[in-house]
């Protein structure tokens, strides 16, 4: 066994230890198995931000429509029987997503900086208002898309906060499993080279446009299945998944736990929720949380310049210089 392939299975059983004690852990400190769900369902869209914007460089604001997309295609199809099955739905429904992804990340990457930005930024808000006018019989507008059945997988049906848990730990963990492969792929050091200097990756021969969409649409399908998953955990799909607070919330959950990190955003997610259930729980800043939540934002952003786990890994490698020793010169 190469320490490559040691090194990758060590992550790997951390992260399954990890996911087994979370819980546990989080009852611990006020918090709870949904609340676990919850933090799990926003770490796996920050998954696929993270590699968009965290290995390639592409700030996306249109992140939420490619959620919103999968989210209430698998919900719409298990709430009409259409298809019966969790997995089935979070295929279609992801499916859906990732065709999305490519034909806006078609559009928008022929644009850089701001102006990708900004593309993406308006195809979200054109989902949003479908979401609101045009498709409202099928979406439920204002109101959502109540009713989202409990999953049922092949012969195992949830029925309560524990299964469920189970389940998206499960789905977490097969999607953080794929994404380490990709990453340390010849395929992520390219997206790497990429971050760096586009010209030079360009140079090299590689179709910098082409893996720029392959990326994007990743990024869709693991939104994709993050929204499938929120509607078959809470039983319904909110309308607020396609706006750009969506979006924004995802990016700022991305740079507090450490762009290009993979665990990053799952930190992220837990900082964002936890503190957010926190705070609104004291009636003395119930009603300021998010300024509270802001300053704290501003605070880590300016503690930890790579975000926590950036910065963790920062501190881990100084320390271990330290420890080296020092090659004393000899003279003759």
């Known amino acids: 066994m190469t320490a490559g392939t040691r090194r990758v299975l060590l992550g790997l059983a951390a992260m399954a230890v990890f996911l087994f004690l979370f819980p546990v852990g989080l009852e611990k400190i006020g918090g709870g198995i949904p609340l676990a769900s919850r933090i799990l369902v926003l770490g796996l869209f920050g998954l696929g931000v993270d590699l968009i914007f965290g290995f390639t460089g592409l700030l996306s604001f249109g992140q939420a429509a490619f959620y919103g997309i999968g989210g209430f295609v698998s919900g719409f199809l298990l709430i009409h029987g259409i298809v019966h099955g969790a997995l089935v739905a979070l295929a279609i429904g992801t499916l859906a997503a990732s065709v999305a992804g490519v034909l806006i990340g078609a559009l928008s990457l022929r644009q850089v900086g701001v102006y990708f930005a900004m593309l ?54 097969v999607a953080f499993a794929v994404m380490w492969l990709i990453v340390n792929s010849s395929f992520g050091h390219v997206l790497r080279a990429i971050l760096e200097n586009p ?110 786990a950036g910065g963790m890994a920062t501190f881990m490698q100084q320390l271990r210089r330290r420890r080296e020793p020092v090659p004393v010169a000899t003279g003759e």
């Open 199 to 308: 010209q030079r990756a360009a140079a090299a021969g590689h179709d910098v446009f082409r893996y720029k969409l392959f990326a994007f649409t990743i990024a869709a399908a693991y939104a994709g299945v993050a929204g499938g998953l929120l509607g078959l955990f809470q039983g319904y799909l909110p309308p607020d998944m396609f706006t750009i607070d969506t979006s924004g919330q995802i990016i700022v959950i991305e740079i507090i736990g450490g762009p290009g990190t993979l665990v990053g955003p799952l930190i992220g997610s837990f900082v964002w929720i936890y503190l957010s259930q926190v705070l609104q729980s004291f009636s003395a800043v119930a009603g300021l949380w998010r300024l509270v939540l802001g300053i704290v934002f501003v605070l880590l952003i300016t503690g930890f310049r790579r975000g926590i």
């Open 120 to 173: 993406t930024l308006a195809f979200s808000q054109m989902f949003y208002f479908l979401d609101l006018s045009a498709l409202r019989n099928y979406t439920g507008a204002e109101n959502g898309l109540p009713g989202v059945p409990r999953a049922h997988v092949l012969f195992w049906h949830w029925g309560g906060n524990s299964e469920a848990y189970v389940f998206i730990a499960i789905v977490y963990f």
